[in-house]
């Protein structure tokens, strides 16, 4: 069933403001993929901050010219029955969550994606993003890294205290 210019308006609409302020948008072909399977698919999204589209890539290449940064983005990966993941929050968790579902559902294929700057991934740079660390995954590393010195010095200090004190129980005690 054909879907009215009304709707076509506000899906269009719906897409232009979630890509303005989406950080990754990647996309795959679902076919084969069962409604269940589907919906299984958004609430893992969702748990990450991803939102999950199903349009017509026509639609979405619409709402990418209404967005002066996606004007000059390379579209040709855009066909066949695609679903798109799109964060706001998080440089490769669309990717990550593409990538995880499609270890256990081989009728979901990574196809390719684009980031806030307008520059298009192919399957290999995506792929590669999705093996990446997430934003958090990186911050923990990076305080763990920070903190690091201070845990080893303070387990030096404290190990050096206890012989001490230790020595001295044993020449008090003696």
């Known amino acids: 069933m054909a879907i009215t210019k009304a709707k076509k308006d506000t899906l269009v609409a719906d897409l232009t403001a979630l890509l303005a302020d989406a950080k990754l948008t990647a996309f795959a072909k679902y076919q084969g993929l069962t409604v269940a ?5 958004r609430k ?11 349009v017509k890539n026509r ?8 967005i002066a940064v996606y004007k000059d983005t390379d579209t040709t990966g ?7 993941a799109i964060s706001d929050s998080d440089e490769v968790a669309p990717a990550k969550v593409l990538a995880e579902f499609a270890k256990t559902h081989t009728a979901l294929e990574l196809v390719g994606g684009f980031n806030d700057s307008g520059k298009a991934f192919d399957k290999a740079e995506i792929d590669t993003l999705a093996k990446m660390p997430s934003k958090n ?7 763990a890294q920070l903190l690091s010195p201070m845990n080893d010095t303070v387990s030096g200090l404290s190990g050096g205290l206890s012989g001490i004190v230790s020595g001295l129980e044993a020449k008090l005690g003696a």
């Open 137 to 143: 995954e990186l911050i923990a590393q990076v305080v």
């Open 37 to 41: 399977e589907l919906q299984d698919l």
């Open 78 to 84: 855009l066909t066949g029955q695609l679903l798109y």
């Open 59 to 66: 639609l979405m290449k619409v709402a990418m010219n209404e």
């Open 44 to 54: 893992n999204a969702r748990e990450a901050g991803v939102k999950i589209k199903v």
